[in-house]
């Protein structure tokens, strides 16, 4: 079955650090990717996607995501997180619908 | 409109209960989504309306959840004889174009729904 794991569910980490949450995916045909984040109190956004061409992606906010075909990962990674990066994050997987992660929450504590 | 927006934005309703939740999307977007999210989990997909045309209900839980789009702009989720474990935070989210599902989809606050 199509599916798509978060593997962590609370990551909690110091300003400054660095930052990659892992996403994989169960399908062998073509995907698109997302990640989105959910800021405390407010809507899912998204962050960056993936549908072709160079496999590393540039999101807003410093973040970006490499999409590793071989491993079906789609890992999202910043080099230096902010207090303001605290939010929900989700993948996401186009198959013939969309399918989310379970999600990570990420605190980032000042 | 600004973005998406739905009503209400928190539903207690008693076991039995039908319920209707609106979702008024981005003014001229094509596609129109509804998710369900349990708490603790990510959304997950139950309908898709490419304007007014239902063109995916598979995710739609039983027969008891109905989806409509008249018009092609405003929809309606609509659960009749709520359960206990249609508790959850409906969001809705919209697409500017057909076959939105490989494009950005903007979301809404969501419903959050309570059955007792």
């Known amino acids: 079955a199509q599916s798509v794991s978060q593997h962590n569910h609370h990551v909690i980490l110091s300003e400054a650090a660095s930052l990659e949450l892992g996403c994989n995916y169960s399908?062998?045909?073509?995907?698109?990717l997302f990640w989105y984040v959910q800021y405390p109190g407010q809507h899912l956004q998204l962050l960056l996607k993936y549908f072709s061409g160079d496999p590393l992606v540039k999101g807003i906010k410093g973040f970006e995501a490499e999409f590793i075909k071989s491993k079906f990962s789609f890992n999202l990674r910043k080099p230096s997180v902010q207090w303001s990066d605290t939010a929900e994050y989700f993948c996401a997987v186009n198959f013939n619908d969309m399918r989310f992660g379970a999600g990570t929450r990420l605190t980032v504590k000042p | 409109g600004a973005g998406v927006s739905q009503s209400p934005r928190y539903k207690v309703a008693k076991r039995g209960q039908d319920v209707a939740l609106r979702c008024d999307p981005i003014s001229g977007h094509v596609s129109l989504f509804w998710y369900q999210q349990a708490l603790g989990q990510g959304p997950e997909f139950l309908t898709y309306f490419q304007n007014e045309a239902q063109l995916d209900k598979s995710g739609l839980p039983s027969d008891r959840f109905f989806a409509e789009r008249p018009e092609g702009s405003v929809s309606t989720l609509k659960i009749q004889r709520t359960q206990q474990e249609d508790s959850a935070v409906y969001l809705c989210?919209?697409?500017?174009?057909?076959?939105?599902?490989?494009?950005?989809?903007?979301f809404g606050p969501g419903t959050r729904l309570t059955v007792l």
């Open positions: 989210a919209s697409s500017a174009v057909a076959g939105g599902l490989s494009n950005e989809q903007f």
């Open positions: 399908y062998g045909g073509t995907v698109n």
